[in-house]
């Protein structure tokens, strides 16, 4: 497994912009899929965005052309940066990681960090 810590959650007002950072360690880093996903009070954790140890992402229809994923290997560090954020952003974002290919699926995923708490208000 991998450990993952994340950071640079807070809250925002609608149009902002804020970028997550999610440390890693343990497991090869540059041999992992990394992903996140975000979980809304009262709602099931959903898939935002997910990128391969080459860099190829995908990306939630509801976030595409406003949020960008990215990684550095070097740093083991995978990134979330958030655009135009809107209220209905607001939710615990979670850093993942699983060995091999980017999924969507929240249950292929072996290694989660603690979440962090991103807030948007209108």
């Known amino acids: 497994q991998v450990q993952l810590v994340e950071s640079g959650g807070g809250s925002v007002q609608a149009g902002g912009s804020l970028r997550l950072s999610c440390a890693a360690s343990?497991?090869?880093?540059?041999?992992?899929?990394m992903a996140w996903f975000r979980q809304a009070p009262g709602k099931e954790r959903e898939f935002v965005a997910a990128?391969?140890?080459?860099?190829?992402?995908l990306y939630a229809d509801s976030v595409k052309g406003r949020f960008t994923i990215s990684r550095d290997n070097a740093k083991n560090t995978v990134y979330l940066q958030m655009n135009s954020l809107e209220p209905e952003d607001t939710a615990v974002y979670y850093c993942?990681?699983?060995?091999?290919?980017?999924?969507?699926?929240?249950?292929?995923?072996?290694?989660w960090g603690q979440g962090t708490q991103v807030t948007v208000s209108s």
């Open positions: 993942a990681a699983r060995p091999g290919r980017k999924t969507v699926v929240v249950g292929t995923y072996d290694s």
């Open positions: 990128i391969s140890w080459s860099g190829g992402a």
């Open positions: 343990g497991r090869t880093f540059s041999s992992s899929a």
